[in-house]
Structure formats: C-alpha cells, structure tokens
C-alpha cells in the first residue's frame, strides 16, 4: 500500500494496484496504490478510509481484459461481480446470499472481478457468459467504499483480450492502458496529466 497525497472530503482519491498504471497522473488528486488482488485492494482501501476524511467520491481506474471480441478502450463500469466466489453453492449452504454483484452506474460494462489472472481462452469465454470484462480489484474496492458510505467508480482501460498470451499483452500495453487512464482523469474530474 502507497498513498501519495492527502486525502479530502472535497475531493476524489484514485485508487489503482500498481504503479505502472498510475504513472500518467499528474499530483491532481491524492492516489492509492493497492497493490493487486481483491485481499490487497480492501485492506488499503478500508485503512485508508478508517483514518479518515473521507473523500468525495473513490475512483478506481485500472486496467481490464476484454472477455469479448471487439471491446476496445475506457469503460465505466455499471455491475461488478466476483466471478470466483460460488455464491450459489453458498447460498445452498446457508440461505444467505454472499458477494451479490453491486450495481454501480446506470450504463457501463459489467465487470468481473477475481483473484486469478485470466490468460486462456477457455477461462475468458466462460465468464464471458456474466461479464464483458476482468480485473482482479473492482469488487473489493466498490464493497470497502460502500461499507464505508462513500460514492465509487470503477473505470477500466482494456488492457488485452484476457486470453491466451495476455500477460504478455498486459505488459506491452500498461503504458498505453496508463495514458488513457490519466487522460480519462483529466477530461472527468479535472486531474492533471
């Protein structure tokens, strides 16, 4: 965990996991950096939080597979679910529904959000069926906000196809995907880049 910058109540903070992706920022906002995987993202956040203020809005930009062809660019998501958590098996358990997928925003892509990272065809094209995209934060970080009754949006930049060969893609693109990330920033709530 890395927060460069103090946080406000009059102003956003930007989370994102990894250095590579906040790289374009400019010192407009405060920024978190979680490191990555859900465990991470909500340790960081709710630290963060509990300190207190709190901020206006919590902002999650990072970095998605696409699950379908065709999807390209910077997305603000409208669902997130956990695509590895079996609430289904659970519920069966224990009558309780756990990790339920959070609405977020009327329009958007529904983001999956899982621990693994997904680099093989067969894995993207079964979450295909839930989702149009994958990270492995999102989820996390829009439960940890929403226990903590501050607003959250998640904003994802494709990164690659979340198949076969997409860690390699993933790190020839991060540079890019952290561009338009610092660009969407700008244009949205007023950082610089």
Known sequence: MNLNGTVMSDRPLLVLALGEEAQFLDGGFPVLLTGMGKVNAAAALATVLTRGPLPSVVVNLGTAGALRPGWTGTHEVSTVLQHDLD??????????????????????????????????????????????????????????????????????????????????????SVAGCARELAKWAAEHLGARS
């Open 87 to 172: 609430s289904e098996i659970l519920h069966s358990l224990t009558g309780q529904t756990v990790g339920a997928p959070l609405e977020l925003a009327a329009d958007g892509p529904v983001l999956a959000t899982g621990d693994a990272f997904v680099a093989e065809d067969a894995a993207r094209d079964r979450l295909a069926a839930r989702a149009d995209l994958v990270d492995m934060e999102g989820y996390a970080l829009a439960t940890v906000a929403r226990t903590a009754g501050v607003p959250i949006r998640l904003v994802k930049h494709v990164s690659d196809d979340a198949g076969d060969g997409a860690a390699k893609t993933w790190k020839e």
